[in-house]
Antibody
């Protein structure tokens, strides 16, 4: 059974940093690209970032480029999102999502339950 | 970025009704479109990929169609468990972009 479990969310002040983690199990982790997708309270879905299965290609939304860094450790079946220079508009539930493709972001077929990030003073 | 416009933003229908949601892309995205279902308090679930391919385990009352810029998601016979918000998503170009969502309620 595919499982994705996010952690690392919390309350952080504007300008601060946070590192999200996603523990994956139940599938061949390096065989799938992985994504972060966020959802602000009461709002729609926004794709944030993706990384290829072997970790050599990374993609970002313009809204986070230069501030967020996606990475993965295939030896530990872990996905990460390092978030720096956080802003109030980054407040959201952050989902880790597996991609159907090993290479790029196309379709997210399994999702975790999300971890909440709140940016506020 | 490619803009995805869904309509309607919400709808109310009776159990057994045929429901259709539309999604329009700001440019040609071929058939590179997904549909997701999100129930209240839950993570999204992939329903349809490549515009018309049903994800494994999804009931056959769901179907997708279209190509280019205009797409549809149809529920042939609405069931109480279909109450959710539905999102389209294009993957022809990065960044991936979602439509604004369509909230489906039971009348």
């Amino acid at each position: 059974e595919v499982q994705l479990l996010e952690s690392g969310g919390g309350l952080v002040q504007p300008g601060g940093s946070l590192r999200l983690s996603c523990a994956a199990s139940g599938f061949t982790f390096n065989g799938h690209a992985m994504n972060w997708v966020r959802q602000a309270p009461g709002k729609g879905l926004e794709w944030v970032s993706a990384i290829s299965g072997v970790g050599d290609s990374k993609y970002y939304a313009d809204s986070v480029k230069g501030r967020f860094t996606i990475s993965r450790d295939n030896s530990k079946n872990m996905l990460y999102l390092q978030m720096n220079s956080l802003r109030a508009e980054d407040t959201a539930l952050y989902y880790c999502a597996r991609d159907r493709s090993p290479m790029a972001a196309i379709s997210q077929d399994y999702w975790g339950q999300g971890t909440l990030v709140t940016v506020s003073s | 970025d490619i803009q995805m416009t869904q309509s309607p933003s919400s709808l109310s229908a009776s159990v057994g009704d045929r429901v259709t949601i539309t999604c329009q892309a700001s440019q040609d995205i071929r058939n590179y479109l997904n549909w997701y279902q999100q129930k209240p308090g839950k993570a999204p679930k992939l329903l349809i990929y490549d515009a018309s391919n049903l994800e494994t385990g999804v009931p056959s009352r769901f179907s997708g169609g279209g190509s280019g810029t205009d797409f549809t998601l149809t529920i042939s016979s609405l069931q109480p468990e279909d109450i959710a918000t539905y999102y389209c998503q294009q993957y022809d170009n990065l960044p991936l972009t979602f439509g604004g969502g369509t909230k489906v309620e039971i009348k």
